[in-house]
């Protein structure tokens, strides 16, 4: 093993080390350069070809996109394209289809089997399957499942106090005494679930504020049921609403498309997660609704999963050397409206967190 691929290794605990320079600067240029693979660390030596499946759950899904692109720009990068071979099947939001395409790619017998945005907690026949087959397995943002070498995800307890904060926050900042919400939630996935109880526990230490209504929506026809809800909301409650809670940024642009068509944008905010460029796009408009979201990484956690599997894969590594605990977790910083979303053509992987803000304040007085 050379010495600079020592030197880089990035474990879980580098990453997270404080969530600054000990972070390899996650989010932000530094990571950005060594997960696409522009690194004279990501000279490819020993490195055997591989046989790749990958199975997403909806490639229609913003971040589905994303995390491919971002693991397609690694592959080409690092010239692993011409090597690898690698299958890619899209289960389009059906959790039998996904259960089927990692059958299909056991059957293949792939060197390797990579789960993007899967809801494994339906597939564990499957996974049954993988564990006796012993073929490495990776997820991307599926919750950890049994025998996942590593799922790739953000902390998304952590996330869903920092939107769901803000939200509380502002409406102290607009010098509220009692307030009321409503919320969109969503249970199909681990991440939007876990945000949803988060939300539900932060307002039992924030009495003020009353949950006026809440709506379980499903993939399926997101846009559409969420700005219904909304129409009905607005029309039932209001100038008596204040904001509306979302669990991810799609339902939250819904929300303040409709929130706009009753010129209601003055009233009512949205808060919602994980930065899509669109959503992103419109938050520059500083009268736009929504108003805080989360970065996730989503191109850089496509990356990252290319250099796990070729660590582990390619070249023999011990999984547990590369990866010690399971989940490994990516910081997503809390972006506010006119505060720190990036600028135009600057990806959200690249934005600054507040915490970064707040210190280099203090420390250019600390140092005057």
Request: include cysteine; glycine fraction near 8%; charge should be neutral.
């Amino acid at each position: 093993m050379s010495n600079d691929s020592r030197i880089i290794q990035p474990t879980r605990r580098s990453l997270l080390r404080g969530m600054g320079l000990g972070a390899a600067a996650v989010g932000g240029a530094q990571l950005a350069q060594f997960a696409f693979g522009s690194t004279e660390a990501h000279a490819q030596t020993n490195t055997r070809p591989v046989k790749l499946a990958v199975v997403a759950q909806q490639m229609s899904a913003q971040s589905d996109q994303r995390s491919w692109a971002g693991f397609q720009q690694w592959l080409k990068t690092t010239g692993l394209d011409k090597s690898w071979e690698v299958n890619m099947s899209d289960a389009k939001g059906d959790p039998g289809a996904l259960v089927s395409q990692i059958e299909n790619a056991i059957t293949a017998k792939s060197d390797a089997i990579l789960v993007m945005y899967g809801t494994l907690t339906a597939a564990h026949s499957a996974l049954d399957d993988l564990a006796k087959s012993k073929i490495p397995f990776f997820s991307l943002d599926s919750g950890w499942q049994s025998p996942a070498i590593a799922d790739i995800t953000s902390n998304n307890w952590v996330m869903g106090g920092q939107y769901t904060q803000y939200m509380v926050d502002r409406l102290l900042g607009d010098g509220k005494q009692t307030a009321n919400i409503c919320a969109v939630v969503a249970n199909f996935h681990h991440g939007t679930r876990k945000r949803g109880k988060v939300m539900r526990a932060v307002l039992t230490e924030n009495e003020w504020i009353t949950l006026k209504a809440d709506r379980v929506i499903q993939y399926s026809a997101f846009y559409e049921t969420t700005q219904n809800v909304v129409n009905d909301w607005l029309a039932r409650y209001g100038n008596d609403l204040d904001a509306i809670w979302c669990p991810w940024d799609e339902p939250g642009m819904a929300a303040a498309e409709v929130i706009k068509s009753r010129n209601m944008q003055d009233k009512v905010f949205v808060v919602s997660a994980d930065g899509q460029s669109t959503a992103v796009d419109r938050m520059r408009d500083l009268s736009y609704p929504l108003k805080a979201t989360t970065a996730q990484a989503f191109e850089v956690w496509g990356a990252y999963t290319g250099w796990l599997i070729n660590e582990i894969v390619g070249k023999g590594r011990p999984a547990k050397e590369v990866v010690p605990v399971p989940t490994v977790e990516f910081p997503a910083p809390l972006l506010v409206n006119g505060i720190n979303v990036p600028p135009a053509g600057k990806p959200t992987y690249e934005a600054t967190d507040l915490y970064y803000i707040y210190r280099d304040r203090a420390l250019a007085g600390m140092k005057a």
